[in-house]
């Protein structure tokens, strides 16, 4: 195409006025004052070809995108260059998507991986330091799905989008978590820049359920329940990272005695918020008296006791366990629970603590829950203690 080259004579335009123009501006700053209001009506009137050196080619639908180039590229016939430009740059048949992520407070959120939809040269899509990522798909409808590090920061649910062009455009709000639970060790979590603070909940690990006394068909007393410690408010200025230990549940008896639930640990700088595991005791062992006890491990939730009475086993059912999630009840049970006592030969078990602790012969089944003893005729094991968990929830 040809520009325009003025001649720089003041002359290359022409201006209309409206017919009244005299009577509405009869003087200079009448004039003046419309036009520093930019009420002032003028219409451009063509050009005066005695003031360009070159007189350029007019930009029109004929000579920058064509009905017939539309139609080659199937794109609408109303599309602008840059729609052209993006369908070549899409290839036929594919539809671009830029996604714009942003955190809570609605400023780009850089980093976060994209899943759904590929990037124009078929590689995987990392939000960039706008919080945008633009890929593209062969599909007019997309399922799209993210991923990021930040624990205080919920991740998005699946986002189903329809394309609604060459080009479509959704922007994603990131919204902060309510809270996290964690049952696995992390030697540094992440969380993004706008955490100040920490509530942490920390639930010991589950003690192992005891050994039967088959010689008087006993089953083993329950492990205890794992130990919960609540403390709120802990600053994350002193340290930027957050270290959790997870205690891991007490094995039940076998070749050797149960063994106690691990301690859960988070810490936060100098701050360590502890929880102890539930307390595994020995196998039952009649000794041939008429009337022997087996008490159940200590803990959040004693352990479930086995007894003998009366030539006939008995067992007891696990305890329950104290401590809601930030001590807030609404929130529910932390964890713990003891195991029950196992099944006496000949009779029935017994539930376990609430409210994790395992039934007779069973594994906790939820943090920190104690394993129900052994059956008392020595065919069903003792039951494993649940491994511990933490809870955190930040303060934005």
Request: glycine share 22%; proline share 5%; charged share 15%.
């Amino acid at each position: 195409m040809k520009d325009s080259i003025l001649l720089g004579t003041g002359n290359s335009r022409y201006l209309k006025s409206v017919e009244d123009f005299k009577t509405r501006y009869p003087t200079y700053e009448a004039f003046a004052d419309a036009l520093i209001a930019g009420a002032l009506p003028v219409d451009l009137n063509g050009i005066n070809r005695d003031g360009f050196q070159q007189v350029g080619d007019a930009l029109n639908t004929g000579n920058l995108l064509q009905d017939s180039t539309c139609e080659i590229l199937g794109i609408p016939s109303e599309s602008v260059p840059n729609d052209a430009f993006a369908k070549l740059a899409l290839g036929i048949g594919k539809y671009g998507y830029v996604i714009k992520v942003t955190f809570p407070d609605g400023t780009p959120a850089p980093g976060v991986s994209v899943s759904g939809i590929l990037s124009p040269l078929g590689k995987s899509l990392i939000t960039d330091g706008e919080g945008i990522a633009v890929g593209v798909s062969e599909k007019t409808a997309v399922s799209v799905s993210f991923s990021h590090d930040w624990k205080d920061i919920a991740i998005p649910e699946t986002v189903a989008i329809q394309s609604s062009g060459i080009i479509t455009e959704k922007t994603i709000a990131l919204q902060y978590a309510p809270y996290i639970t964690i049952t696995s060790s992390i030697a540094s979590l992440s969380y993004s820049k706008f955490a100040k603070a920490v509530d942490i909940t920390a639930v010991g690990a589950g003690a192992g359920g005891a050994g039967a006394a088959w010689n008087a068909g006993v089953g083993g007393p329950g492990g205890g329940g794992g130990y919960v410690t609540t403390q709120k408010g802990v600053d994350l200025s002193e340290s930027p990272v957050i270290k959790v230990a997870i205690g891991k549940g007490g094995a039940p008896a076998g070749e050797k005695d149960a063994s106690d639930g691990g301690t859960t640990t988070v810490s936060v700088g100098n701050t360590t918020v502890t929880a102890k595991g539930g307390k595994a005791v020995a196998d039952a062992n009649w000794g041939g008296g008429d009337y022997e006890s087996y008490p159940g491990g200590i803990g959040n939730g004693n352990g479930g006791r086995t007894f003998y009475q009366n030539n006939d086993g008995h067992a007891s059912p696990g305890g329950n366990a104290t401590g809601y999630i930030f001590d807030e009840q609404d929130l529910g049970p932390a964890g713990g629970g003891g195991g029950a006592g196992g099944t006496p030969s000949g009779g029935s078990g017994k539930k376990g603590g609430t409210p994790y602790g395992g039934g007779s012969e069973q594994n906790g089944n939820g943090p920190g829950g104690g394993g129900g003893g052994e059956s008392g005729d020595g065919n069903n094991d003792a039951g494993r203690g649940s491994n511990g968990a933490a809870y955190l929830r930040f303060i934005h």
